[in-house]
Nanobody, 122 residues
């Protein structure tokens, strides 16, 4: 059973940076793809970035391309989301997810963390 624990959220002014971390424990080899999603109040959960070990690929939502970077430390079983040039519209609860396929769709992921709040003020 894979468990995910996020950390690193907080409050920052527009233009600032944050780095989110997601530590995975358990049988992680069964869930080689990791992703970050976010959900703002009243909105659907949306994919932000995904990274898949098997095929060495990453993908980003258009809204964060060039500002966010997903990376993985396999020795620590941790995935990171470096967020730069943050905007007020990035404000949301951010979730880490693990699954078997390369995807930006929430339905492709069966394992989720508890979320970490990111608030960007103007």
């Amino acid at each position: 059973q894979v468990q995910l624990v996020e950390s690193g959220g907080g409050s920052v002014q527009a233009g600032g940076s944050l780095r989110l971390s997601c530590a995975a424990t358990g049988y992680t080899y069964r869930s080689p793809c990791m992703a970050w999603f976010r959900q703002a109040p009243g909105k659907e959960r949306e994919g932000v970035a995904t990274s898949c070990t098997m095929i060495g690929r990453t993908s980003y939502a258009d809204s964060v391309k060039g500002r966010f970077t997903i990376s993985r430390d396999y020795a620590k079983n941790t995935v990171y989301l470096q967020m730069d040039s943050l905007k007020p519209e990035d404000t949301a609860m951010y979730y880490c997810a693990a699954g078997p396929t390369f995807s930006m769709l929430k339905g492709a992921f069966g394992i989720w963390g508890q979320g970490t709040q990111v608030t960007v003020s103007s």
